[in-house]
């Protein structure tokens, strides 16, 4: 999990991260099966904040 630019730091079941509103992040699965991740908003999100931190690089 990364956010606002800090040293990504490993994440795993049960563990809970809290982001400032409007501050950039990114999560990344870094194991074989699927993410699976639950993104509670407030303020809510709205899809015009979204940025992709990837510069179009696709993943899978």
Do not use: H, K, W
């Not at 501050?23 to 699927?34: E, K």
């Amino acid at each position: 999990m990364e956010v606002n630019g800090m040293t990504a730091q490993p994440v795993g079941p049960g563990d809970v991260v809290c982001i400032p509103p409007a501050c950039p992040q990114r999560i990344t699965n870094t194991g074989t099966l699927d993410l699976i991740f639950l993104a509670v908003c407030t303020p809510r999100f709205v899809a015009e904040a979204y940025r992709d931190m990837d510069d179009g690089a696709e993943t899978s």
